[in-house]
DNA sequence: CTCGTCACTGAATCGAGGA
DNA sequence: ATCCTCGATTCAGTGACGA
């Protein structure tokens, strides 16, 4: 069994390496397998340029049955090597992305989410006989559906403005400088995508110091947002020509210098947690005070074990709250409040900051 | 044999019907078929409402293999009703989406585009565990490679402002008037699609006269917009609840009159937001770099997540630009400012205009 | 009449951790 | 494995109602 070549990237058949590797021991896999186009003869532009499309051997399979074992063994490959609770992303088009997205249920990966991203500024259809294909599809999935998977939900509201990260991602191909190109001037790759796609996909799926494989690493863009986001990182490639170019790119991206900079938005389900009865402990509440529900609907009394009492439930914050109003659940911290001394109402959840706050000394 | 029912709302199983119709008689297919969903247990709102999920009878399948069984059974009558040169459409989401796309591939069809439905409205990820799920995807198909389609280049481009219709469809869920309602108030169908989505279908693929199919009618969407486009329709439901909502729907759906005079207004997407962190995504920003508020007072650091620190505050753009003036609000935009290499400071908000110029060319 | 407030809703695979 | 407790979690929109 071979150790992870970690901070690679490696030449090779990705389905012959993940599989010598050790199992379940890989946070995150990106893949952008080939699209199986199935171009048949050349396409033109109405001035009459040649459009250069994916004419690489890479990318052509004999029939569909071909496509769905190799899909199948890559993924069952992936699968293996992920850790319990690790998650694939996967992005392709409509040729592939359905045979893509059955065979990795079939396998048993749980799907997450499919994520569109709709491109800004996508070739046209010279034809005039579809619409323009302005989007492709990601696939994020857990691999099993108990898994407890890593998504930095916080981060992602962060990123969007705090709103909710939705599942169309829109976002420019890469061009300009982003776009390696070759001494000819060539693109050095055919399908090289944009880092602002893989930034969201690690930062939302992985945390600093996880490993991220990339089976087809290409021009190495997974690896190099990785190590700029202070992930590890292992890219797979069997051209020669693609590791040359990926390995110089890797090179030439900084580390992560700052761990401030790149950590995950802080989660609350992360924070310590603090019981109730330790408010009463600590003296910043005491036995007989009373709580109020919003609108002063319901009362109830401190007891000095940690429970309350209203007039027809007793039990902890949550199971009065959730009582008192005929819900299935409540949080305690936030339904209850307290008088201040000024007589202004505030829920009992500022009385847990403030152990919280005294018990740690201040991070940033 | 059995002639085709036009303009009418049958009742029966749709494979069967389909397969006892003549072969090669219909034009258009549209099919909403169920999405096996495999809800379990019941989802509440931070409010404690609780949330209606799709619990019909019609959504459940024992497995995988059962639902691709129905799937290829419906495909395959749907394949031998159209014409040479019918196209078929099928909506789903990631819970079935690829296992039709998989299996109609299979059967012969040949993809023309998948087309994704952007809600604008979706619902919200409660418990924050996932991205929001703000799309639906369609796949239209061609009976094969080489069928002479319908595809109205013309009319959905004037549809789109004089660009090409892209694959990308922004547009609200059916809510409001559209959606319609029992006597009880209640929802009459779970998944009421907008007529907005099935004007768009019906006139890119069909003529006026073409027969339009659609073996899951529900409500009769598809019925109803294609009486109202001038098509002949066929709605297919074992419901007995659906048909005498949608043959009712459909009596109240007034015939095209004057073909031409049957042009939707196409509503412009309003300017797009730049959210503060898709600057650093898309690198013209790096996490670590430094923020100067003017007079250089405070400076704040920028994170990968997008949001920013100060020595005392973290947050927005946004927040932490009020928090250090002790402000109630602030443009974070204009506030911050970063230096160039050539030494001046800048406000931040150059970059979003720079973003915005690049990035948003052309969108529908 | 307008305006503000409040309640309600939508194709949803929507915990974690300890006993 | 199962049960129980803690407690975190929502956006755009419609419509009713009252001031």
New binding site residues.
Partial sequence: MAKLPLDRIVEGDCIDLMRSWPEESVDLVFADPPYNLQLSGELHRPNNTRVSGVEEAWDRFDDFSAYDRFTFDWLTAAHRLLKPDGTLWVIGSYHNIFRVGKTL?DIG?????DVIWVKTNPMPNFRGKRFTNAHETMIW?SKS?????TFN??SM?ALND???MRSDWTMPICSGGERIKGADGAKAHPTQKPEGLLHRVVMASSNPGDVVVDPFAGTGTTAAVSKRLGRRFIGIDREKDYLAVARERVRQTPEAGDAEAISPAP?????P????GSLVERGLLSPGEILESPCRRFTAKVRAD?TIISSAHR?????VG?AVQGA???????YWMLKTDGGKKVPI?VL?QKLRSEAMPATA
């Fill in positions: 249920q990966f749980w799907i997450l989410n999935c559906p108990t898994s407890k998977y939900y916080d509201k705090d709103l909710q989660s609350k389900r992360k924070e947690r603090v019981p109730f940690g039990g902890s914050i949550h199971q959730a299935p659940s409540c949080n305690g911290w936030t959840d847990r």
